[in-house]
């Protein structure tokens, strides 16, 4: 199970967010998402990368959730790996690049003909970032760490990429990659109605080690 950031809401995150919370209180918030993680079965690994909501800093790429806040789901389950936003790791054998997918706001934003975000739009901006080979190709649309190297360039050709951020869920190819967003499991806030966008709650991507094909599981219909 890998969650590429925004766990939780975090607090103070936009203009207005607090009237919006249910929890304002981010060590709360951690401790109602230990309690929705305590669902899963302990066979599955969980891999947890932070977004632009989680209590770490903005630049990217960004640390791994500090002990502080991750205090209850550490304590809850074993088999976690916090890991820092982006992160490449191997499943099976599978290079996955794991990116939150915060500069795909600047891609929608630059690029002609992607708004709205739609299943198929995303696709097409997270390929853009593949076609750059890097992952925040557009400069001064959101904070990036400053270092000797970029850390966000795409250096090795990965099996699959997985983004979120968007609150919309895609699956498609480009250029044999297997490209997934895995959408959102939060409803329409005003916030999102205000940028013009649907989201898709609950729509997840289930990924075949195998063959890299993506089946779409709708858990609002799950079981029923």
């Not at 990659?177 to 991507?205: A, D, H």
């Amino acid at each position: 199970l890998i969650i590429c950031g925004d766990l939780v809401d975090g607090v103070g995150i936009y203009p207005g967010q607090e009237e919006e919370l249910d929890i304002p209180d981010i060590y709360k918030q951690y401790e109602e998402a230990s309690r929705l993680l305590s669902g899963v079965p302990d066979d599955v690994i969980v891999i947890y990368i932070p977004g632009n909501h989680e209590p770490v800093r903005q630049a990217e790429p960004q640390p791994q959730i500090p002990r502080e806040y991750a205090e209850p789901i550490l304590e809850e389950r074993g088999g976690i790996y916090m890991l820092t936003n982006p992160s490449v790791v191997r499943l099976n054998g599978v290079r996955f690049l794991l990116y939150h997918g915060r500069s795909l706001n600047a891609v929608f934003k630059y690029v002609p003909g992607l708004q709205p975000p739609t299943r198929e739009t995303v696709v097409t901006a997270m390929s853009e970032l593949l076609r750059a080979r890097h992952l925040a190709p557009i400069y001064g649309e959101h904070p990036i760490l400053p270092s000797e190297r970029d850390q966000l360039v795409i250096d090795e050709v990965p099996d699959v990429v997985h983004m979120g951020h968007i609150h919309v869920y895609g699956a498609g190819t480009y250029r044999n990659v297997r490209v997934v967003n895995s959408g959102t499991f939060q409803g329409e806030t005003p916030y999102i109605r205000g940028l013009g966008i649907t989201p898709t709650p609950g729509v997840v991507p289930v990924v075949r080690l195998d063959t890299l094909e993506v089946r779409e599981v709708d858990l609002r219909n799950w079981g029923g």
